[in-house]
């Protein structure tokens, strides 16, 4: 198994309430020429989690990170108008909290990030320091 020492949380940067699937997020990044989707686990709007990669594989979710973290991926994080917000349904919310509870249980040393803290963007478009404290 790779050292894994962060977990690093996105959003899909779809549109409030659009469902999207693994296959789809899957599609879109071999359409940018990954050899998979980038993103080891993907909760949709109901708070299903689905597997993207296998964790035993480095994904492809955060420049200079990827190494050595977990990509998590919640469906969301567009308004209809296409800005940031945190679309996260309840559901999304209580199962991001489940997999990084079980993840920081299996990888003691493990902090938590949102992408943004790495990459000039909105993703996951909540303050996830704020939320789950480090």
Known sequence: MRRIDEIIIHCSATPEGRHVTVDEIRRWHKQRGWRDIGYHYVIYLDGTIHVGRPICQIGAHCKGHNAHSIGICYVGGLD??????????????????????????QFPNVTLHGHNEFARKACPCFNVITEFCR
């Open 80 to 105: 209809n108008y296409g800005k940031p917000k945190d679309t996260r349904t309840e559901a999304q919310k209580a199962s991001l909290k489940t997999l990084t509870t079980q993840l920081r249980l």
